[in-house]
């Protein structure tokens, strides 16, 4: 007798109640009109999620935080979207301090349980982001310094394959796919169900800063940026943010895990810069530390679509790139979250060996991303023009790319992605999934 494969958890098929809620994403350009949607409720949905889609010959996608953002990723039209965010187990062992957390779990949501309880999860720029697609494409964050990326504290993983098998890795099974989920990017080789992570303890207090200076002054706060933050203390995180020439300015949030009197000792070259508007220099406990960091980031409803693209700096910025970064804020569209956004580098990042991990983009000072935001349709085509142009124009001075800020304007994006770590990423593409069940614009092809 054939065995009937049917679909587990909660599912919503296109023109039952509640589809239009679930395929809107935090980047409204992304929302696409697939077949089905399965919000897994443990592996099992998982798995039945890929026998299905496979049987009935539709491409699968699978989703997390909703913030996926570049088209078909997380979505595609006529497909089935495989949703985790309903699995959100966390569990915390103190003795041996690692955390076994499912992979519906949105960052802030780790982040401040295991606060309450002590200890560092390592976070990004919003808290509504899934653990599952930050954690595979690296997971950059200003505690990165101190903690290293997200991924790099990963121990250990679960997968569903594209046969429907649960699959375990950590260094002693399958370590080859524990080695490229640690930057490897998701929606490669299978849908991941669960991580392990090591932890830090937290310290009692933190020190917090955002700053601000008037736009104009972008110039002059970036050069002293790119001199003084990369050689800051391992210590000190910096976000350094530059909104479009209409409407926008400078500002600089960051996190030192110290008193205040040190914080205020590292930043001293940076407040002496120009003419900041703002200073806030706070010491707080851990805890509020962290939501000061995190500013809620609501993935619905947005407004804006954005094109994003992205890489890193290996020397400080020359005069034309300034012209080039003046240009496009002079164009980006006023009102909007668009501008340029760096992160200092180095510290635990750097202390890892380019090949050890699949994130390849070790040696760097900063990361810098830049996005271009519109509301109506009809910016689109401009917006994305902008932001790509832009990428050709940045070349020069910038190496890579992240993947976890796709830009599929990038042709032949492998290597760009994953430096010399490509080939690796093949083989074992070809190992796990030599069929390409999970694919997307920008997957690593098996060979």
């Not at 049917?6 to 509640?18: A, E, S, W, Y």
């Not at 790509?388 to 492998?414: A, F, H």
């Amino acid at each position: 007798m054939k065995s009937i494969t049917k679909l587990t958890g909660r599912v919503i098929f296109r023109g039952d109640p509640g589809y239009e809620a679930a395929r809107k994403n935090w980047d409204p350009h992304t929302d696409r009109f697939p077949k089905v949607f399965v919000f897994a409720q443990r592996t099992a949905d998982v798995a039945n999620a890929i026998k299905w889609g496979r049987k009935n010959n539709v491409p699968i996608r699978p989703r997390s935080g909703r913030h996926a953002l570049e088209t078909n990723l997380s979505q595609v039209n006529g497909g089935i979207v495989i949703d985790v965010s309903e699995m959100k187990k966390i569990k915390l062992n103190k003795k041996s301090r690692t955390a076994v957390v499912e992979t519906g779990n949105r960052v802030g949501r780790i982040v401040d349980t295991l606060a309450r309880q002590g200890f560092i999860a390592p976070f990004g720029d919003s808290p509504t982001v899934g653990i599952g697609g930050i954690t595979l494409g690296g997971g950059i964050g200003p505690l990165q310094r101190t903690t290293g990326l997200i991924s790099d504290n990963l121990l250990e993983l679960e997968m569903v394959d594209a046969k429907g098998r649960v699959i375990r890795a950590n260094k002693k099974h399958n370590s080859d796919l524990l080695w490229a989920s640690r930057g490897g990017g998701g929606g490669n080789f299978g849908v991941y169900t669960k991580y392990k992570f090591k932890v830090l303890r937290a310290p009692a207090q933190a020190t917090v800063f955002r700053v601000a200076w008037p736009w104009e002054q972008f110039e002059k706060v970036v050069r002293k940026w790119q001199l003084w933050a990369p050689n800051a203390s391992t210590k000190l995180g910096s976000e350094l943010s530059i909104g479009p020439k209409k409407g926008g300015n400078v500002s600089m949030l960051g996190m030192y895990l110290g008193s205040k009197r040190e914080a205020l000792r590292q930043l001293e070259p940076i407040l002496s810069v120009g003419t900041p508007t703002e200073k806030t220099i706070r010491l707080l406990p851990y805890r509020e530390a962290t939501k000061f960091m995190l500013a809620p980031d609501p993935v619905l409803p947005q407004k804006f679509s954005n094109q994003f693209s992205s890489g890193f700096g290996r020397h400080p910025f020359p005069d034309r790139a300034y012209k080039v970064m003046r240009e496009f804020l002079e164009k980006a569209e006023g009102g909007t979250p668009a501008g340029f956004f760096f992160l200092n580098w180095g510290g635990a990042i750097s202390r890892i060996a380019p090949r050890d991990t699949a994130f390849y983009w070790r040696k760097a000072q900063y990361y810098v991303e830049w996005n271009s935001s519109w509301v109506k349709p009809s910016h689109a085509a401009r917006n994305i023009a902008l932001t790509r142009n832009t990428r050709k124009k940045l070349q020069p001075y910038i190496v890579g790319s992240y993947i976890n800020v796709p830009d599929q304007g990038i042709k032949c994006s492998g290597p760009v992605y994953y430096g010399k770590n490509f080939p690796r990423l093949r083989r074992v593409k070809t190992k796990y999934d030599p069929n390409n069940v999970f694919h997307n614009p920008q997957s690593i092809p098996p060979i």
